[in-house]
């Protein structure tokens, strides 16, 4: 009864905190973009503090210091829309790959094109790789940091992975490093539920994947390393006490 009153709670406040960044955020449509990506970090640092005051949500994150400077693909592991937030302040300027119909939504839309987001459309076929790759490089070129989710949606902690091949696409276009994320967020917000469980979601970044490698065996060394890190973390995280 507990977690379901603090994650009540929790849910009101992060859309409360939600309103509050965007009209905070407001006056940064008039400045450069990295204005609204600053504004993004601190709304994803602040979701955090309430997951720790309020849920007893914390992190650990381990292997920061492997994130390499300037442009690269993060490619991370997604099992909540935790990670749609927690992981933005890890990053000098990060960016994300969105639905097209996202950037639609007003305010909260308008800040996505503002923040020089990466729209795809799903209903494109092969013509939306093309201009999502065309797009993703000139950021990356800018030295970003765009993040992607591999599986393209969100899958339970421990559920057989599905990933999609244009990641490496991607990477092979892009031609940067591609820095892989591990993560059990799923055991502590898990999807298609109000339901937060107190814990601390472990966050892993792993050895740079470095750029010019074969596609196939880039796809597969991804796969590789974000589920057998992912499994430990798991793992860990089944012996803990809350």
């Not at 302040?89 to 996202?102: A, M, Q």
């Not at 639609?104 to 459309?121: E, H, L, S």
């Not at 966050?203 to 994947?209: G, K, Q, S």
């Not at 793992?235 to 809350?242: G, K, L, M, N, V």
Request: glycine share 8%.
């Amino acid at each position: 009864m507990l977690t379901l009153v603090r994650s009540i709670a929790f849910n009101v406040l992060f859309y409360v905190n939600t309103i509050f960044w965007l009209i905070v955020a407001l006056p940064t449509y008039l400045m450069p973009y990295w204005a609204i990506v600053e504004v993004a970090k601190a709304w994803g640092r602040v979701n955090l503090a309430l997951l720790r005051w309020v849920v007893g949500i914390r992190i650990e994150v381990r292997g920061a210091e492997k994130i390499p400077k300037g442009g690269l693909i993060v490619a991370a592991k997604h099992q909540s829309a935790w990670e749609t937030f927690a992981l933005l302040p890890l990053f000098e300027n990060p960016l994300f790959i969105v639905k097209r119909e996202l950037q639609w939504i007003p305010i909260f839309g308008w800040f996505m094109t503002k923040g020089r987001m990466v729209p795809v459309n799903r209903g494109a076929g092969a013509q939306a790789l093309r201009d999502m790759t065309a797009r993703a490089r000139t950021e990356i070129g800018c030295g970003r940091q765009l993040i992607i989710f591999p599986e393209g949606t969100r899958r339970p902690a421990g559920a057989e992975p599905r990933y999609k091949y244009g990641v490496a696409h991607l990477y092979a276009e892009a031609g940067v490093p591609c820095l892989p994320i591990a993560l059990n967020s799923g055991l502590f917000w898990p999807r298609r539920t109000i339901l937060r469980h107190p814990g601390t979601v472990l966050v892993e970044v792993l050895d740079p994947i470095p750029s010019g490698l074969d596609k196939e065996v880039f796809f597969e060394r991804l796969k590789d390393v974000i589920e057998m890190a992912t499994a430990r973390l798991i793992a860990e995280s089944t012996t803990r006490s809350p």
